[in-house]
């Protein structure tokens, strides 16, 4: 995850520091304007503040130095750093006339610092988008629509996190009337810390499911974080919440605001839909034939989501069909690679609810081949993952695919057993848990003519399948 570019002025260095409560340690160029915020050293450059934050493998402090040698204008510090690092990078910044700021959390200080910003903008339309499964694609399709004839602002990809949000909080200008905000949790007490950012006037909650469960612990759990999005209501927003979510009255419990079902049956003026397979969907709305290039029946209720709410907001029909047949298909998303050998790859994320809706759409659609699913490990789902990798097992026992290769450590437990269940099913079970004896038994199998789904969470990699598979 890099920076925002974007070339205009966002604030002053007094303002960054009075956002983050920060204290200048280095004050050199005091009336320098930033145009980007940046957590990447590499994308550092003049006009910009580099924001250090902790990685998996490092702290983005043992960067501050190549930032600043990237001609970085200004740099946060959290103060627990500024004593090992003062020697080195005080005299850089006096030499490059950069300033620091020393603050207590960089992280903290990113999301003010977003949140502030935001602020500013007393007209803009903010709308935040959450859900287990879904709100990347919901999100590209508001998007879109608004997009039509409204200058609108939305996370690039899925910078959806407690970093990516504030991040695109500052593509955010006053030409925008709209802003779409993706927001993503994994940690109870995330969502109220993006809401608080954001402070959304419309929120969209598109399911819960069994995601992230080693650190939440049940749906319930993952579907009272969810709610948080309306943390910050105060009684004129509105929430879009799916009729047909068996947790529903969790979601609703809290609102202040008006809340709008929106489903098949919600949905006003919604008269059904042609699954095309492959070739993606037709939705018939209010006498409108809409195509949407988007495989798999799940999609319909996040068409649906958005639909409802782009009415809601004064958007006209013909509008909402240009805009949803704008929306192409997203990395590793139900993402079509045709060729000698078709893939669905769908290796974005996976949890037992999509996995399962994946390999249902894969058993109906229409093929003349053969047709394999490769499953990688659903992660976060803690002291569930062993129950929950057999019971995804145990789910695809008797479909009609003519193979079922599973992918990792995480599938051992529920194999075996399965197995010789699925001999009698004249289902074939392979099961690799290293990638080099999954692209042997890959290889193995597969042949031209196969369509293949590869689905499994982002962690997984399963994409590096592809030019194995390309190669047969």
């Given at each position: ?51 250090p934050l902790p990685g998996l493998k490092t702290d983005g402090h043992n960067f501050v130095k190549s930032a600043l040698l990237n001609g ?301 699913a490769v499953l990688g490990p659903m992660f976060e789902l803690g002291k569930l993952s062993e129950s929950e990798h057999s019971e995804l ?80």
């Amino acid at each position: 995850m890099g920076g925002v570019a974007v070339n205009r002025r966002l604030f002053s260095l007094d303002c960054v520091k009075e956002s983050v409560k920060g204290v200048f340690a280095v004050e050199e160029n005091s009336r320098c304007n930033i145009e980007a915020v940046t957590i990447d050293s590499r994308e550092a450059a003049e006009n910009s503040l580099f924001i250090p934050l902790p990685g998996l493998k490092t702290d983005g402090h043992n960067f501050v130095k190549s930032a600043l040698l990237n001609g970085v204008s200004a740099a946060l510090i959290e103060k627990k750093w500024f004593s090992k690092l003062e020697a080195d990078i005080v005299p850089l910044a006096e030499k490059k006339k950069a300033s620091l700021i020393l603050v207590d959390n960089a992280l903290t200080a990113l999301q003010n610092l977003g949140k502030n910003y935001l602020e500013r903008f007393n007209t803009l339309v903010k709308i935040g988008i959450t859900g287990s499964s879904g709100k990347t694609t919901t999100k590209e399709m508001l998007a879109s629509i608004l997009s039509v004839r409204h200058n609108t602002a939305a996370n690039v990809k899925n910078l959806n996190s407690e970093i990516g949000v504030p991040l695109t909080a500052f593509r955010v200008h006053g030409d925008h009337e709209y802003a779409v905000f993706e927001m993503g949790t994994n940690h109870p007490g995330e969502m109220a810390v993006l809401a608080g950012i954001v402070r959304p006037h419309y929120g969209i909650v598109t399911n819960i499911g069994k995601t992230h469960l080693e650190f939440f612990g049940s749906e319930e759990a993952v579907a009272r974080e969810k709610a948080d999005i309306f943390k910050y209501f105060t009684g004129s927003e509105t929430a879009f919440l799916n009729e047909e979510e068996p947790l529903l009255h969790l979601l609703k419990e809290n609102i202040r605001g008006q809340v709008i079902l929106y489903g098949t049956k919600a949905t006003a003026g919604f008269e059904g839909y042609e699954n095309h397979g492959l070739d993606g969907l037709i939705i018939h709305w209010e006498g409108l034939r809409i195509s949407l290039s988007l495989c798999g029946q799940y999609n319909i209720l996040n068409a649906l989501a958005a639909i409802s709410t782009a009415v809601h907001l004064g958007i006209s029909g013909e509008d909402i069909k240009d805009g949803l047949e704008r929306v192409g298909p997203l990395f590793g998303r139900s993402q079509v690679l045709h060729g000698g050998i078709t893939i669905l790859l769908d290796c974005y994320n996976s949890n037992p609810g999509s996995a399962r809706s994946a390999v249902e759409f894969l058993e109906k659609v229409e093929w003349k081949g053969r047709k394999i699913a490769v499953l990688g490990p659903m992660f976060e789902l803690g002291k569930l993952s062993e129950s929950e990798h057999s019971e995804l097992i145990n789910f695809t026992l008797g479909k009609r695919l003519d193979a079922v290769i599973f992918f990792g450590e995480e599938f051992r437990h529920g194999f075996r057993p399965a197995k010789t269940e699925a001999a009698d099913k004249n289902n074939i079970f392979i099961k690799a848990e290293d990638f080099d004896e999954l692209k042997n038994a890959v290889k193995k199998y597969l042949k031209k003519g196969d369509l293949v789904l590869l689905k499994a969470s982002r962690g997984a990699e399963l994409e590096r399948l592809v030019p194995v598979i390309k190669e047969i």
